[in-house]
C-alpha cells in the first residue's frame, strides 16, 4: 500500500479524543461513486444546511466574522509530499451552508479527510471547539505552479453549489462552470440548485501532470457522480464524465408537495457577467468603455455551421433556445483581448479565460439556451448558456454523459477563425424608428478578398420588422469587413426581433453567422 500524506495522518492525530479514521481498501472510480449516488436516489434529498453547527450559521457568523478565518497555507493537502499539486480547503459557515465531505484516495484505499480546526487561523475568533471534527468544508481550491516553477497559484476552485472556476496560465478568474442547472431561467418556476456533496480527491504521482477528483452531485430532483480530470496549462483542460439519476416523483414529493416534473436538464452549464459592451443600448454611468468576463456566446452546430450571439444586459429576462441536436461545441466567449477596451486597473477583463465545452460523442436531440437576465451593476453573474436533452432519463435509470472544457484566451486554441469581431447599435439616419446594426467581420479568410470584389452580407430577420439597406465596406484601419445593416421594426411592434447575417460569395458561406436578438425600448 503506497504512504498517506502527512496531512492525513495529522488529521487523524488532531481528533483529540476520537480513534484514528484508517484508510478502507477500495479501487475509487466512476462507477464507485455512481452506484453510491443510485443508493441516495432512492431516498428522499436530505440538505446538508441540517448539519451546520449553529456557531456557523449565518446569524452568528457574519461576513466580517468570516473573513477572520484563513486556512493555514503549510496545512496544504500533500504539500509535505513534494507533490504537483496541492489542495486547499475554505471554512464552512456565513453563506456556505452546505458542508461537504472530503476524501484521499489512491489506487488502492481510501480515506475521509476529517474537518480541523488547526487547519485554520482564526484570529480574534473563538469558535474551535463549538466546530464537530464530522462538519465537512464549505469547498476547495487547487494550486500547481502553473506560471512560476518558484510560487503555488491558484490554478481552480470549487465552492458553492455545484460552482467551480478554473485558471490557465496567465489568467485570472472571470465566469464560472457548473455540475448541473436545473429548470434555469424558467419563468413560472423557480431554478433548481444542485450541489456538490462529497468530493473524493486522487492523490498523484510525483510526477503527474493532471489531477483526478470524483464528485457526488445532489439535489432535489436528482443525485449524480462526476469524474473531472484536471490538466493545467497555457490552455486549461477538463475532462468530465457523468452519471445522473433523476429521484422518483414519489421521492421528490416527499420533499415537496408542488414540486413540479423538471423541464430543463442544463448539461454543462456556464454562468458568466455581462454588464455593457459595445453592443450596449443601455448605457451606465461608468468610466469605463465596457464592463463584461465575456462579450458573446459561440456555437459550434452539427453540420459545422458557427453562430456568434453577442451577449446583452437585457431591460428584463431574455431566455433564447436553439435548436441545437448532436451539438459540436459551445461557450461563453471574450473576445475582446485589450486594456484599452476596459480601462480597468483593478478588474483584469482581457485576462479572464474563455471556456469552451465540447461534448463527447452524440448527445442526440436537444437544445442550446442562452439565458440574459438584466444587471443593475457588475457584482451579478446575469449570463447563462446550458444544453438541454429533448428526451429527459427515467427516474432511477442512469443517464451518462461526457464533455470538456477548455479554459483559454484562445492563444493556443482557434475555434474559429473568420469571426465576428465587433458588434455596435445605434440610431439608423434617415430612417424612421431604424436601428443601424454594425458588424466587423475579420480572419485568414477573409483577408484574401480584394476590396474590387466585396464578399455579400446574407441578412434576414424575423417577421417583425424588416431589413431596408444591406451595405458592406472594407475597414482597411481595422483589417475588417463591416457590415451596415438598417433594420426596421413594424408598427407598433412591442415583441423582440430575431437577426442572422453571414458574410458569402455565391453559395459559399465565408464566416460565423452573427444571430442577435433586439428588443424594443
Not at 461608468?286 to 459545422?304: C, I, K, N, Q, S
Amino acid at each position: 500500500m503506497r504512504r498517506f500524506s502527512c496531512l492525513v495522518l495529522t488529521i487523524g492525530l488532531a481528533l483529540a479524543g476520537k480513534a484514528l479514521i484508517g484508510a478502507e481498501s477500495a479501487q475509487v472510480n466512476l462507477d464507485y461513486v455512481a452506484q453510491r449516488a443510485l443508493e441516495r436516489a432512492r431516498q428522499p434529498f436530505h440538505s446538508p444546511r441540517a448539519d451546520v453547527p449553529k456557531v456557523l450559521r449565518q446569524e452568528n457568523l457574519n461576513y466580517d466574522k468570516y473573513r477572520e478565518i484563513e486556512f493555514r497555507h503549510d496545512r496544504a493537502l500533500w504539500a509535505a509530499d513534494g507533490l504537483p499539486f496541492r489542495v486547499e480547503f475554505f471554512h464552512p459557515g456565513y453563506l456556505y451552508q452546505e458542508p461537504v465531505h472530503v476524501y484521499e484516495f489512491t489506487a488502492t484505499h481510501v480515506q475521509p479527510i476529517r474537518f480541523v480546526q488547526d487547519f485554520f487561523n482564526y484570529r480574534a475568533l473563538h469558535i474551535q471547539n463549538e466546530i464537530p471534527a464530522d462538519t465537512g468544508y464549505a469547498g476547495l481550491r487547487l494550486l500547481n505552479q502553473l506560471n512560476d516553477s518558484n510560487k503555488w497559484d491558484e490554478i481552480g476552485a470549487f465552492l458553492g453549489a455545484s460552482y467551480f472556476r478554473l485558471l490557465g496560465k496567465g489568467q485570472r478568474y472571470g465566469q464560472s462552470a457548473r455540475g448541473l442547472a436545473l429548470d434555469c431561467g424558467e419563468p413560472d418556476r423557480p431554478e433548481e440548485f444542485p450541489i456538490f456533496t462529497d468530493w473524493w480527491l486522487g492523490k498523484p504521482q510525483p510526477d503527474a501532470r493532471g489531477l483526478t477528483l470524483f464528485a457526488m452531485l445532489d439535489s432535489v430532483s436528482c443525485v449524480g457522480a462526476y469524474q473531472l480530470i484536471i490538466r493545467p496549462g497555457e490552455t486549461t483542460v477538463v475532462d468530465v464524465e457523468a452519471v445522473l439519476y433523476l429521484r422518483e416523483t414519489n421521492m421528490v414529493q416527499a420533499v415537496d408537495a408542488n414540486r413540479r416534473p423538471i423541464r430543463t436538464i442544463g448539461l454543462a452549464p456556464l454562468t458568466s457577467m455581462f454588464w455593457f459592451g459595445k453592443n450596449s443600448e443601455r448605457k451606465f454611468d461608468d468610466y469605463r468603455p465596457e464592463v463584461h468576463d465575456t462579450d458573446g456566446l459561440l456555437a459550434r452546430m452539427d453540420g459545422g455551421e458557427m453562430l456568434w450571439h453577442p451577449l446583452d444586459n437585457p431591460a428584463v429576462m431574455r431566455h433564447q433556445v436553439f435548436f441545437a441536436p448532436n451539438i459540436r461545441g459551445f461557450g461563453l466567449f471574450q473576445r475582446e483581448r485589450t486594456f484599452a477596451a476596459y480601462q480597468d486597473s483593478f478588474n483584469f477583463y482581457h485576462l479572464v479565460p474563455t471556456v469552451w465545452v465540447e461534448p463527447h460523442g452524440n448527445w442526440g436531440d436537444g437544445d442550446l439556451h442562452l439565458v440574459q437576465l438584466s444587471a443593475s451593476y457588475e457584482g451579478f453573474d446575469n449570463i447563462v448558456a446550458f444544453w438541454d436533452p429533448r428526451d429527459k432519463p427515467a427516474p432511477l435509470k442512469p443517464f451518462r454523459f461526457g464533455y470538456t472544457l477548455s479554459w483559454t484566451r484562445g492563444a493556443d486554441m482557434k475555434l474559429s477563425d473568420d469571426k465576428v469581431v465587433s458588434t455596435r447599435i445605434g440610431l439608423g439616419p434617415n430612417c424612421v424608428n431604424c436601428r443601424q446594426i454594425v458588424i466587423d467581420f475579420a480572419g485568414p479568410g477573409l483577408d484574401t478578398l480584394s476590396e474590387g470584389d466585396p464578399p455579400q452580407a446574407i441578412a434576414n430577420c424575423s417577421t417583425n420588422a424588416a431589413i431596408v439597406d444591406n451595405q458592406v465596406f472594407h475597414v482597411p484601419e481595422l483589417n475588417a469587413w463591416r457590415v451596415i445593416l438598417k433594420m426596421q421594426p413594424n408598427s407598433g411592434n412591442t415583441d423582440p426581433v430575431d437577426l442572422r447575417c453571414t458574410l458569402q460569395k455565391g453559395t459559399n458561406i465565408l464566416s460565423e453567422t452573427w444571430t442577435y436578438q433586439w428588443s424594443p425600448p
